[in-house]
């Protein structure tokens, strides 16, 4: 099916069913399909990447509320010194 660099993460179909990675001894990974035309997909969906997202979204979210309360103080100031 394919060879390339066996790293956590990717997932094979092929006909709209999953299909079995294996580690081809070395770095890296192969899959196999009978003989014949097949509709092969190939998805990276990396652990560390959705992790990562989860554990930087408390962040995001903290940052948001504080640049929100940042521009309502700098807006009231504002309109305050064009009284």
């Known amino acids: 099916m394919d060879c390339e660099i066996d ?3 990717w997932k094979a179909g092929a006909d709209n069913q999953p299909a ?3 580690s081809a001894g070395n770095p890296l ?3 196999r399909v009978p ?5 092969i997909a190939l998805v990276y969906v990396p652990l ?3 992790s990562g997202l989860a554990a930087s979204l408390p962040g995001w ?3 948001w509320i504080m640049a ?3 521009v309502k103080k700098l807006a009231a ?5 064009l009284s």
């Open 68 to 70: 929100r309360s940042y």
């Open 29 to 31: 990974r192969r899959g």
């Open 77 to 81: 100031l504002f309109r305050s010194a």
């Open 61 to 63: 979210i903290i940052f």
């Open 20 to 22: 079995a990675l294996e």
């Open 35 to 39: 003989a014949g035309k097949h509709e």
């Open 48 to 50: 560390s990447f959705y």
């Open 7 to 9: 790293y956590p993460g």
